[in-house]
């Protein structure tokens, strides 16, 4: 069975104070995995795709990296509005033709001014 | 800016009604729109595939005759609950994707709460 863990559960930061979140995960056929941010009462927002170990991609403060068992998402000095709770997900290759996303339960983030 | 647009926001009823929410594409045609449950502090579970011009995969333990979906058209799905229970109260998201193997993108959700 597919499984996704993150960690920590909840993360907090001074501004500035570089980290990592963690996404360990066990799929059989992996087709993606992907990054999400998620503010109270909204929907997920998306930030990375990555679809191969080695691959890295890097956006403002954040980056993404993937293994074959994890993948790592990278906060260089970050600001209070990165405070939310970041989603990990995998796309295995069950279910229908677009596969299924499996979610991990989430790292909240907290940055203090 | 938005790709999925997911409509009501939120909405509180009695128990043994209705609620349908309603869930569109608006950049691009949509054949495949997925429906996922959110209770507080937990992450998103798939309830269902919504497939345009058929009926929609449910996942184990999901009841069909309880959340019905339908996908009449490529830019819209909807998702009835229906007579509904307040253990049915949650956060209902939707998404939908260029194609496989392509990020999910999501609407801003619905909360249901049902008194």
């Known amino acids: 069975e597919d499984q996704v863990t993150q960690s920590p559960e909840a993360l907090r930061l001074q501004e500035g104070e570089s980290s990592s979140l963690n996404c360990s995960y066990t799929?059989?056929?992996?087709?993606?995995l992907f990054w999400y941010r998620q503010d109270p009462g909204k929907g997920p927002e998306f930030l990375f795709t990555l679809y191969s170990a080695g691959e890295e991609k890097e956006k403002e403060r954040l980056k993404a990296t993937l293994t074959k068992k994890e993948s790592f998402l990278h906060i260089t000095a970050p600001k209070p509005e990165d405070s939310a709770t970041y989603l990990c997900?995998?796309?295995?290759?069950?279910?229908?033709?677009?596969?299924?996303?499996?979610f991990g339960q989430g790292t909240i983030l907290t940055v203090h001014p | 800016g938005a790709v999925v647009s997911q409509h009501p926001s939120w909405v509180i009823c009695k128990s043994g009604t209705s609620v349908k929410i309603e869930c569109r594409s608006l950049?691009?045609?949509?054949?495949?729109m997925f429906w996922y449950r959110q209770f507080p502090k937990q992450s998103l579970m798939l309830m269902a595939t919504?497939?345009?011009?058929?009926?929609?995969?449910?996942e184990q333990g999901v009841e069909k005759d309880k959340f019905l979906i339908n996908h009449a058209s490529l830019t819209l799905s909807t998702l009835t609950v229906t007579s509904a229970h307040p253990e049915d109260s949650s956060f209902y998201i939707c998404?939908?994707?260029?194609?496989?193997?392509?990020?999910?993108?999501f609407g801003d959700g619905t909360r249901l709460s049902i008194l």
């Open positions: 799929v059989s056929g992996l087709r993606g």
């Open positions: 919504s497939n345009e011009g058929s009926k929609a995969t449910y």
């Open positions: 997900a995998l796309l295995n290759a069950g279910g229908t033709s677009y596969g299924k996303l499996t």
């Open positions: 950049d691009f045609q949509a054949t495949t």
């Open positions: 998404s939908t994707t260029r194609g496989s193997n392509q990020p999910q993108h």
